[in-house]
C-alpha cells in the first residue's frame, strides 16, 4: 500500500466527507485477502495484491478518493467499454451491430461465443468481441489504430494515458487464446484486419496504464452524456453513451451481469488488472481497485466494495423511488378584469413525464372554464425535449382553439 | 378491431395530447401484419389478430390510452415479473434466490436452462424459472396459492382480474412442455410443490385476463416504488421493485434483452398473448397489445411501438445526459455584524450527488474564511437519503469544529 | 457374497477351466471397493455392495460363470437395448428411427438431449430415447405392453423374468427427471402414448430381475444373430440384432463409448443396477454384475473385469490380425485323358472376401491355360451369400464361355 | 469422367467378377449429381465434380476397382486416421489420449470441441484433434515431422505419396479456422509446437495426393493388423491398428457415426477431397472417390456406394450370424486294446470361442470315462492365442491327473 498516498488522503478527510465516507468502505472491507492475482499473463503476477483504492468523479467534475487511488495499474478489459465506444462514433452503432453483437454470452469472459449463424462475437465485452471492435477503429495500420484508441481513452481520462511494455510483451507472448479468438473471427468473416495487427492493437490497449482516479473519470465521461466533466471535452455522443451504458448493464459482468444489476445495479465493466468501474447515469462514476480476483476474473474486494456503496447510498440505478420533482414552481389563480387567469411557472428539464404535468394541470384547469387568459412563464426551463415541445404545443393549440389566450415567457 | 373504442379514443386525442402522440404511434406501426397468433395454446389463436392498443400511465396516477387498450386478452407471460415480485415479498430476495438465478439463459423462452450444479432455473422470467416462483408463494393449496397470486397482480393493475377458463383449460391440455420443466425443477430439488400444483397455478396466472390500460398501470406501480399510482396502495416493497426492474432489463425480452436495452431501453416483459409492459423507473408503465408475434414469441407491432416511442420521446433509462438539478435553489451571501453570513436554501430529494453538491458548496465558501455564519433552510426538502444526511452531518460538524456558526431549518 | 454358489464354482472350475479363467479375473478386481451404491432410486440403495459376479454364453449355448452369477438384482438400463431390439422388430428399422436417432449424445445418461429440429432423443440407449421407444412397443394399454416387453427380455433370457415390485415402486415415486423427459419427448410429437403409461412401462422394464447369468444368455441371444443359443428360439431377426449391436458399440457407454470401444472392443450397455452385458458378435454374449457405481454410473468393477478380460484373452471385436482361413481345403491339380482337369474342394460359409479367394484362384489357374475341366466341389459349404453366389456363377459362365468345362458338387 | 480408365476397367470386368460388381455399383449411383464440391478451399473446387471411383483390397492383397479409380486427389481427413496410428506407434497409445481423447464430438468436423476441463480435443479426426496428433509425431522441425508423416502414409499405401503444392497453398491461405484452433489446443496446453509449424504439417498432410486405390490399400492395412498386405509391410502394431479402427467406428464420420454404424457398418473416414476409406477389420479395405459432399463434407455418391455394398454383399462387421467354424475338423473315437482311444483333428486359429469348442469336447467324452487315450493332433492349427493355450493346458492337466493319457501332435 501507498502510505504517503494515505496519509494524504486522512487529511483531505478530514475536510471531505465523501472521501471519508469511501474511506470507511474501504476499511470494511480492507482484511478480505481471499482470491488471487491473475497469472495467465506473468506480468500480471508481480504487482502488490494488497493495492486498494477508490474513487468518485460526479458529472459536476468533482473526486473524491480513498486508499490507493493512484496507483497505477493496467486497464485490461475495462477498456472495452471505451473502445465499443470509440467504435460507435466512428462508424456508428448500427454498423459496429453487424459485426458484434448486444447479447449476454452466459459464458466467462474469453469464451469463443461467436453466433451459429452469423459468426458474430455475442457482444463487444467478451475478448472475441472487444478484439472484433477494436480491429472496427480506423486507421491505415496497427500503429495508427492503436494510436487512436488511446488518443480515445485518454481523453475519456482527462490525461494522456501510456502503455505498460512489461505487460504488453507479456500479453502478447502468451496471446494463443485470443490469437485463436481472431482467428475465429477473421475466419467467420467479421474481423477485416489480419489476426496480428488486431491482436497487437488488442494487446496494448489492454496495457495501457491507469488509476483508480482515472477509471472514475472515464465512468464519469459516460454518465455525463460523453462529455468529460472535469476537461469539459465532448468525447463522445450522447446516444453512443447511452448505448454503451446499455451493453456495460446487460454484459459488463460476464455471466453474473444479472445478479449484479440485481444486487448492485450501476452499470460496470471489471478487468483482470483489479480495476472495475461503475456508472450511476446522470449522476456520477466510479473507479476501483485491487487486483485479487474471483474465479470470473472480477477484483473481490472492488465488486464488494461496489455492492455495499451501492447498499448504504442507495445508488441502485432504479433506485428511484420518489416523485420525480414538479417541473410546476409557481401556479397562480385569480379572477381579473378580463375574467379568469392563470400564471403558470415551470422549470428545469421538460421532458414526456414533466411535460404531461404541465399538460395535464391546464386541461384540467381549462376544463371547468370556457375562456380565460393563461401565461406560461418558461423562462426557468433548462431544455426541452422534442416530445414535450409536441405536447405543449399540441396543448396550447387546443386551448387557444376552444377561446383561451395563451402567451408563453422563454422558449418551449 | 373495437370500432366503439376506436371512436371514444378519438374523441379524447381532440384534447388529450399524450393520447394524440400514442395514436400517431399506432398509426406508423398499424399497417403491419407480419408475424402469427401463438399457436402452441390453441385457444390463443382463436383471437382477433388485428387488435392493437397501447397505454401510458405515470406514476402521478394519470393514464394516456390509444387504440384497442381495453379489449381483453391473456397475460401470459407478462405475469411472471409480477409473481416473482409476490414471491419475493412473501420469501425475502434471497430466499427466491436460492431457487431461482437471475441470468439471461441465452436461450428461447420454453428452454430448460437449470443450472448444472445447482438445478435452479436461470432467472424466473422464463418458463422454469416462473414455474419455480410461482411454486414459492404460500398457501395451503393450489387454490390458496392462486388465490394469493390473483390477488397481487389485481392489486397491481387496480381492479379484479379473472381467469380465461377457455384458454387456461387449453394450457392445461398441451402443457406437455411446462409439465416436463416442472418435473426437471423438481427433481433438482428447487420446486417443492407437486407438480401437478405447481402447473395448476401457473396456468391460471397465465389465463388472467387484462387489457392494455391494466398493464399500464402494473407497469407503473413497478416506475412508482412498489405503490400503485392510481389505488395508491402499496403493493410490494421499493427494494422488491428495484430488482424486478432489474431482472427485466437483464431478461425480460429472452434472448434479444441486450439489443433490446441498448435499443429501447426500457425494462421489459412480452406475453404470447400479444401484450408487453415497459417501464421508465420512477416515471411511467406503459401496456402496448397486438398479438402477431415474432420466432421469439415477442409481439411484433408492440415492440415495434416501444422502440419508436423509445427513440421519438426520448426514454431510455440512460438517456439523461443534462445534469442533474442542483438542490440549491438559492445562496444569499453577504457580510453583516457578526461578519460573514451564508443563507443556503435547499429543495427536493438530497441523495448521494445533491448532498455532495451542497457540502461542496459550503466547504468552498469556508475555505476562505476562518469564521462566519452558515443558516440553511432544508425547510423544501422533500426527502434525505441516509447517505446524504451523513455527509451534511460530517460537514456540519466539521465547520462548528473549525469555527464557524451552524443552523438549519428543516430536517436534514 | 453368496457363499454357496461359490464353493459349487470352485468345485466346477476344477474341470471347467473357462469358469477358473473367469474365476480369477475376479479376483484380481475382487478388493476393489471404490465407488457407491446408486442413491437416487431409495430401493438401490438397500443391494449388499460386494455382489461380484460374471458369465460368459458362447453361441455354442454353453455357460461357464464365476463369484455372484445367480444373485438377482434388477436389470435397469440394460433393458434398454434389448427393448430396442423388440420395437425394431415390430415396426422395423427405419420407423423406429423416425422417433429417436442413432448418434451418441456426449452427455450423461439421463440427458435431455432431443434434436433441437426434430425433437427426436439421440438414440435408444438414453433415458429419453428409451422411454420413446419402449413407447413404440404395441398393445392396447400400458399393460399389455409391458406383457410384450416382459415376454421378450423373458426370450433373450430364456426364462420368464419378474418385476421387482419395491424397485418398481421406488422408482415411480422419486421418477420426477423420466416423467419430465416422457413431457419433453410427448410435448415433440415423438411420444405418442400418455406420459403415465409410458413411465409405467418404462419403469416397469427397469425393474425386471435377472442374473448375471441372465445377462449373458441376453447379450450371446445378440451375439447369435438373434436366436437364443440355449433355447434356440429365435428371438429377433439377424438385420436387427445386428443394428442393435451397432447402437451398443456408439451410445451403449454413454459419454465414455469411444474409450470404451478404444480399449475394450465389445459392445456394451450398462445399468445402475450393477449389471453390463457385452458382445464378441457371433462369439459369445458376457454378463458381469457388481453394484458400486463411477459418477457415470456404470459399475466400476464391472467395467475393469470387462477391460481385463478383453485385453488378456485379445477379445476386442476388430482383433483379428490373422489372415482368416482360406474356403479352399484341398486343389487338386492333375492332366489327364481329357487334357488338364482340376478339383476344388471348397467348405465354409462363401462370402465376399472367401469367394473372392475362389475365384483368384480359379482364374489364375486358368490364366495359363486355353482349355480344361474343373470340379468345384462345394458339398461343406454351410452358407453361400448373395454376393458370392453372383461371383462364382459369374467366373463359372465365364470360364465356359472361353472353352473350359466346369462341374459343381453342392448349391452354390 | 476418365474414359480411358472405364475402357480399361470394362475389359478387365470381363474376367474380373469383383470388379464387375463394383462396376455395377457405380453405375447405380452415377446418375446422382446432388452436393457441392468443398469451396472453402479455393483450390478444392477446381476439380472435376463427375470423378467416380472404386476399389477394393483384400488382405491377400488382391485389389478390384471400378471408375476413376486410378484419378488423383488429394486425401484431406481421410489422413487423420493414419497420422493418428504414426503417433499411437511413436509414442504409445496411452501417451497420445493424454493429449487428445476418444469421443465423438457430436459437432461438425471443424467444431472446437475441446474438453472444457482438460483442453484435450475431443477425438484425433476432428479438425482440433488431428493438429494435436499431428504435432506429436517426433521430429526436429516441421520439415523433419511431415517426412515422417509422408513416409508413414506411403507405407500404409504402398507407394510414394507427394503434395499438391497449390492445394496446399490453398489450405494455408484460407486456413483461419484451423489456426484458431491450433491457438486454442495450445493455450489449453495440448499443443507442445509453435501454431504455424503445427499446421504447416497438418495442412501439407491433407495435400498429400492419393488415388481410390491407394485408399483401399491404406485401408486393407488396417484391415489387416497393421500390415500392408500388398508389401506385406509392418506399417503399424496390430493393437494400434484396432484402436485406430475403433476410433474410425465412434468418430469417423462425424456427428453421423452412430447411424453409418448402424446402416452401413464398417469402420470408416471421408475427406473433403471426395474420399472415403471403409475397413472390414481382417477381410478387407475400401477406397471411394466422388468429390461432390453433403452439408456435413461427407461425398455423397461416396457414402451411397458404401452403404449399397454392406447392404448388398452384407459387409455389417457385425454381420456374421452363422456360428463360427468349430475348430475341431475330425474326431474319431474307437476302442482298442489299450481301452477307449480318441484322435481329435482341430486346425486354424484357437481363440476363447475356439479353445472352448476343444474342451468342451473333452470334457464331455471324459466324462462317462474314468480312463482312456486321447490323441490331440494340432499340426494344422495356424496360430495360439495366449488364453486358449492357458484354457486347453488346464483341461489336459486335468484330465491327466484324473487317469487319461494325453499326447498332442504340434504346439498348442
Not at 468502505?25 to 495484491?49: F, K, Q, W
Not at 394541470?361 to 426541452?384: C, K, N, P, Q, Y
Request: glycine letters at 8%; a negative charge.
Amino acid at each position: 500500500m501507498n502510505s504517503t498516498a494515505n496519509e494524504r488522503t486522512v487529511d483531505e478527510h478530514d475536510v471531505d466527507p465523501v472521501a471519508a465516507a469511501l474511506s470507511l468502505l474501504l476499511d470494511a472491507h480492507r482484511d478480505d485477502t481471499s482470491g488471487a492475482l491473475a497469472d495467465y499473463i506473468p506480468e500480471l503476477a508481480t504487482v502488490d495484491p494488497d493495492g486498494f483504492g477508490i474513487a468518485l468523479t460526479s458529472v459536476h467534475g468533482r473526486t473524491a478518493h480513498a486508499g490507493d487511488a493512484r496507483t497505477p495499474f493496467t486497464i485490461q478489459s475495462v477498456s472495452k467499454p471505451f473502445v465499443y465506444a470509440l467504435a460507435a462514433c466512428e462508424l456508428g452503432i448500427d454498423e459496429v451491430a453487424r459485426h458484434v453483437g448486444f447479447e449476454p454470452s452466459g459464458e466467462p469472459f474469453n469464451a469463443i461465443s461467436l453466433d451459429a449463424a452469423t459468426g458474430r462475437p455475442a457482444n463487444p465485452l467478451i475478448n472475441a468481441g472487444a478484439i472484433v471492435t477494436s480491429a472496427l477503429v480506423g486507421g491505415g495500420d496497427a500503429e495508427e489504430r492503436f494510436d487512436r484508441v488511446r488518443a480515445f481513452l485518454s481523453a475519456c481520462a482527462g490525461r494522456d494515458l501510456d502503455v505498460d511494455e512489461a505487460v504488453y510483451a507479456s500479453e502478447d507472448a502468451t496471446g494463443d487464446r485470443n490469437r485463436a479468438l481472431a482467428h475465429l473471427a477473421r475466419s467467420a468473416g467479421v474481423l477485416r484486419q489480419p489476426v496480428d495487427d488486431a491482436t497487437e492493437v488488442y494487446f496494448r490497449q489492454c496495457s495501457l496504464v491507469v488509476t483508480t482516479e482515472d477509471l472514475s473519470v472515464m465512468a464519469a465521461t459516460l454518465a455525463n452524456g460523453g462529455v468529460n466533466p472535469v476537461t469539459e471535452a465532448t468525447v463522445m455522443s450522447e446516444r453512443v453513451a447511452t448505448v454503451t451504458l446499455a451493453i456495460m448493464t446487460t454484459c459488463g459482468m460476464y455471466d453474473h451481469s444479472g445478479a449484479w444489476m440485481a444486487r448492485v445495479g450501476l452499470p460496470a465493466k471489471s478487468g483482470v488488472g483489479g480495476g472495475i468501474v461503475a456508472v450511476n447515469p446522470s449522476q456520477f462514476g466510479i473507479g476501483v481497485y485491487s487486483p485479487r480476483l474471483d474465479e470470473y476474473g472480477n477484483s473481490i474486494r472492488g465488486s464488494d466494495v461496489l455492492q455495499s456503496l451501492s447498499e448504504r447510498f442507495e445508488l441502485h440505478v432504479f433506485d428511484h423511488p420518489d416523485r420525480p420533482r414538479s417541473p410546476i414552481v409557481r401556479a397562480d389563480d385569480h379572477t381579473g378584469e378580463h375574467g379568469d387567469e392563470l400564471t403558470l411557472v415551470v422549470r428545469g428539464e421538460l421532458d414526456l413525464i414533466s411535460a404531461e404535468e404541465v399538460v395535464a394541470f391546464l386541461r384540467e384547469w381549462a376544463a371547468t372554464r370556457t375562456a380565460g387568459t393563461i401565461h406560461v412563464d418558461a423562462s426557468g426551463v433548462s431544455r426541452v425535449r422534442e416530445v414535450a415541445r409536441r405536447l405543449l404545443t399540441a396543448t396550447i393549440e387546443r386551448l387557444r382553439a376552444t377561446g383561451f389566450a395563451v402567451t408563453i415567457d422563454g422558449t418551449v
